[in-house]
């Protein structure tokens, strides 16, 4: 059994003053630098402890948010693949439907995974409906742009002449509504390429 410490890296002394919102809506006077600079230390510490114990590590990204200070899952990535020395690395993921160059995608995502001495497992995401407009893209080809940027990355890191071709590869599987699932392609995309489709974690029904 393979075991994975995951963090979201909040920032949760704002979470008292935000009431029933904690994304989108959220005042930059609520974040004190100087505390943000701590609870950054604090997980990085967290997660270079757990290459001691043997457990392996898992970041994400999210934007616009309070209940995650991590807004490009690759920074804590490259620092990690630095300071640690045995347990595999996952990025879930990388919403690559908002990112406007996949190619520079492919770039930091093998940069890291020679850095890590070929640990690293990339993960991608369709993203949630609330990161669409602090991204400034059209959720109509959102699923068109993901395909496309999962294909260019891939290509780039695959083929022969690409930098590296270690790194796994996984998918969280969401639909637009936000329930999860997927659509046909994502899991037909799955079972021909043995990479593995995760469903999203769900809200419990009150």
Same mark, same amino acid.
Request: aromatic share 8%.
């Given at each position: ?19 029933? @919102? ?14 943000? &600079? ?17 457990? *392996?590590?898992?970041? *994400?990204?999210?934007?616009?948010? &309070? ?8 920074? /804590? ?15 879930? +993921?990388?919403?690559?439907? *908002?990112? *406007? ?61 690409? /930098?590296?071709?270690? &790194? ?8 637009? @509504?936000?329930? +999860? ?18 469903? /999203?974690?769900?809200?419990?029904? &009150?």
């Amino acid at each position: 059994m393979k075991v994975w410490h995951f963090s979201e890296m909040a920032y949760h002394p704002a979470w008292p003053q935000l009431g029933e @919102s904690y994304r989108v809506i959220i005042p930059s006077r609520l974040y004190d630098p100087k505390i943000g &600079a701590d609870l950054y230390h604090r997980y990085l510490d967290e997660w270079a402890l757990c290459d001691e114990l043997g457990i *392996n590590i898992m970041t *994400n990204e999210h934007h616009a948010t &309070a209940t995650c200070a991590d807004s490009v899952c690759t920074i /804590p990535m490259a620092i990690l693949a630095r300071e640690t020395k045995k347990v595999r690395l996952l990025a879930l +993921g990388m919403p690559i439907g *908002n990112r *406007n160059d996949p190619i520079r995608v492919a770039e930091e995502y093998a940069t890291i995974d020679v850095i890590s001495r070929g640990r690293l497992e990339m993960g991608f995401v369709k993203g949630v409906p609330f990161e669409i407009a602090p991204a400034n893209t059209n959720p109509a080809d959102l699923m068109e742009r993901f395909w496309e940027a999962h294909d260019l990355i891939l290509k780039a890191m695959m083929s022969h002449d690409g /930098p590296i071709g270690r &790194a796994r590869i996984s998918i969280i599987a969401r639909s637009m @509504s936000g329930r +999860g699932h997927g659509s046909s392609r994502t899991h037909q995309f799955g079972c021909r390429s043995a990479v593995p489709v995760a469903p /999203p974690r769900q809200p419990r029904a &009150a």
